[in-house]
């Protein structure tokens, strides 16, 4: 039996505990089956079941709800898309790319309000994001976001270009020469969120089996060793784990990332370290670090740079990686000296994230067959997801919206490399993007094949 509250600091500080709920016991029909209990699954119950609440709709997850990234990222409910807004509008026009941003900037609104609607003590700040530029190519690249954002007609109101002195108030890390600050976003306690949704739906009516793993997904069907369940409308909510279910190996990469916390932390430190209005934080160095003042008072922290594993394998051990943690540590202590090696970090961990093949996010609904999916948010898909379930919630209804034309519908990235040209790519690219950090912190220069990787990628 997994200890569920092992896997993060966050599962660990529920508000309930997390005892699974009932498996599936055999055959059953329901109007909608969704696979996987994460928020891309609960938040598609929950819109579906709050416009038909006669709908049967039957969700089944393979261990709790909140197992997956859901319980254990880094609580940024953002308005952050993985792909850049150049990079949308070249792929569906200028329009297109600012409708989807419009969208986003509502998303982090619309989870505050249902939050605050169903009672959800998730510890929601809505204190926005301060990126640190500590560099000379960080700064660079923190003129050309807000140069990005005015080209596209996003303001200072949107994203903001700080001094050192107001990036400073806001964040009091070391070498802060500048800094971008948009008020889109809100620091959540991640798995209160998504047990608390879970909660909702189920007061809703829908019916959640835990401890139940789908082996394949088909037209009208969820098939499990324990029962399949038919249903007219099928939705794939199972982001990393993607690869594993029949026919999706190539689908979507799982990628990991990695945080810590440290022990609740006094207050003369927090004076130093700032974050008063719980903001979000991060630097602009190319592999991601992000960060967030939790209400218990720790520093949580975390990072990509983990290794992919050959054949898109998700497995717990890699979820540990004590070089990785080591790494987090010491950027901790280099951004906040205060936090110097004696703080102890009391809880690590981590967890897949989904990544496509064009790193472009994807929500999806075939009428024909009913097979429905959202996923491949990379490591934005807090805020993501609930856009993602009301998109999905209207394309199953068949009710045409403003929603249902943005340009991440019904998108089909390509698949995947076979192996081993896909373990080599990834963790070639997660290479030159650490390498490049290493560089530029060394030299002050910006590393020329690091932004042409990113312009690849289309960030
Ligand atoms: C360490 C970390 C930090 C992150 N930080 C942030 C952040 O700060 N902000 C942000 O926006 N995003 C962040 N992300 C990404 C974000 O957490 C995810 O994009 C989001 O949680 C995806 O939700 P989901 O429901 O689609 O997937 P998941 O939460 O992964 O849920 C998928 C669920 O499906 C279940 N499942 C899978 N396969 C099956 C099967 N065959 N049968 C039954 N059930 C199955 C799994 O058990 C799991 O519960 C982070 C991710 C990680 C790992």
Known sequence: MVAYQDLSYWLSTVDEPLTPRPPLAGDTVADVVIVGAG????????????AEPALRIVVLERQVAGFGASGRNGGWCSALLPTSLTALARRHGRDAAIAMQHAMHDTVREVGRVVAAEGIDCHW??????????????VQRARAAVAEARQFGFGPEDLDLLGPA???????ATGVRAATYTPHCAAVHPARLVRGLARAVERRGVT???RTPVTEIRPRAAVTPAGTVRAPVVIRATEGYTPALTGHRRALAPVYSLMIATEPLPDETWAEIGLAERETFSDH?????????????????????????????????????????????RTLGDLFPTLGPDVPVTHTWGGPLGVARDWAASVGYHRADGLGWAGGYVGD????????????????RNEPTALTRLPWVNHRSPRWEPEPLRWLAVNAGLRLMHSADERESRTGRASRRAATFSRLLGH
Request: glycine residues 14%.
């Open 285 to 329: 160095r190319h592999v991601i670090i992000y960060g967030q003042r939790t209400v218990d008072g720790r520093l949580a922290f975390g990072g990509r740079g983990a290794p992919y594993h050959f054949g898109s394998r998700v497995r717990s051990d890699y979820d540990r990686e004590p070089r990785v943690f080591a790494a987090l540590r």
């Open 166 to 172: 107001e990036a400073v108030a806001r964040c009091g």
């Open 208 to 210: 959640i089996h835990e």
């Open 125 to 138: 700040s809505y204190g926005g994001t301060v990126v640190l530029a500590r560099s000379a190519p960080q």
């Open 39 to 50: 928020y891309t699954g609960l938040w598609t119950a929950y819109y579906l079941a709050e």
């Open 381 to 396: 898909g807090v805020g993501t997801s609930n856009l993602a379930g009301r998109t999905l919630a209207d394309l199953i």
